[in-house]
């Protein structure tokens, strides 16, 4: 190691420890906006909303706090592949609404350990819409993480959980909306879009969207139901910028697994809150998830490496 390597090295633990407690920061957050938006889906502060009112509160307030953000940055939208963003927001904001949903119906351990399917069924879906092939490790981490959602759901048992449905499809519109990222990654080599203006642009589509569906389910909240709704979007729009933060300051492969800290998040939330302690089935199925979840992504990093 030459001595300008090992002068690196302590700023280069810096930054992968920056980046990691980053992302660990954006798993609480988000764990978090699923406990709020439990309160909201029950009879804790008035009549329970609805999972399209939540994710439009999500939305709007995240854009709000992010307007006073793009006045003084102004960074510009030439160049935006308008198309792209929004068939990734769509996808977004159905991913958001299907687990603040299933959130109200269901242990939020539960639910956030079936929407960490979202990077293997991407997985899966690479490979017609995006021409990857995938190895015998990665098909194992998917047959893992497909025999812990079972698990947490059971089909055919007594303790089947029909919300976990609503789970799994947050899982396939979140991979949807992974496989459209990478479209726009891939398009935009060496012409990468600025951080602000992405988080934008998918919060403003997104508002638009959820607002018109939320419309047809409006009811009137009340002052603290407009309270929560309002820090489930500030609070989201911190924790993706966390998310980014982390990802300019790591590979994913480094960071990602620092993300499922959600699962043990929701987990302690719920259980603080609502008392709602994990079974031992759910322990199972939510570790066959996330190891299956490790697995691709350490697959990845070797494949990366090999290139």
């Not at 798993?27 to 029950?42: F, S």
């Not at 812990?148 to 048992?157: F, N, Q, S, T």
């Amino acid at each position: 190691m030459s001595p300008d390597s090992e002068a690196d090295a302590p700023a280069a633990r810096r930054r992968l420890t920056i980046a990691a407690l980053f992302m660990t920061g954006a798993a609480a957050l988000v764990a978090a906006t699923t406990l709020m938006a439990k309160v909201l889906g029950q009879e804790l502060l008035g009549d329970p909303l609805p999972g399209f009112m939540v994710s439009a509160g999500r939305f709007l307030f995240a854009w709000l706090a992010l307007v006073p953000v793009i006045v003084v940055m102004r960074p510009g939208f030439a160049g935006t592949r308008w198309r792209l963003h929004a068939a990734r927001s769509v996808a977004g904001w159905a991913t958001v609404t299907c687990i603040f949903t299933a959130a109200a119906l269901m242990p939020l351990g539960d639910a956030t350990a079936i929407s960490f399917l979202n990077p293997l069924i991407a997985m899966v879906l690479a490979i017609p819409l995006l021409g990857e092939r995938v190895g015998p490790w990665r098909w194992a981490a998917a047959g893992m993480a497909v025999l812990g959602a079972l698990v947490l759901i059971r089909p055919g048992m007594a303790a089947f959980q029909p919300a976990a449905l609503i789970a799994l499809a947050a899982a396939l519109f979140g991979a949807f909306e992974v496989i459209f990222i990478k479209m726009l990654a891939g398009r935009s080599a060496g012409d990468g879009e600025p951080a602000i203006r992405i988080l934008f642009v998918n919060n403003t589509i997104g508002a638009v969207v959820s607002a018109a569906v939320a419309l047809t389910v409006w009811q009137w909240p009340t002052p603290q139901q407009w309270l929560l709704l309002a820090a489930i979007g500030v609070v989201m729009v911190t924790a993706q910028s966390l998310f980014i933060q982390a990802m300019k300051r790591a590979d994913a492969s480094y960071v990602m697994p620092s993300f499922y800290a959600a699962l043990v998040f929701a987990a302690l939330y719920d259980a603080a809150v609502f008392a709602v302690i994990p079974v031992p089935l759910s322990i199972l199925g939510a570790v066959l998830i996330v190891t299956g979840a490790v697995v691709l992504v350490w697959r990845e990093r070797v494949n990366r490496e090999v290139d």
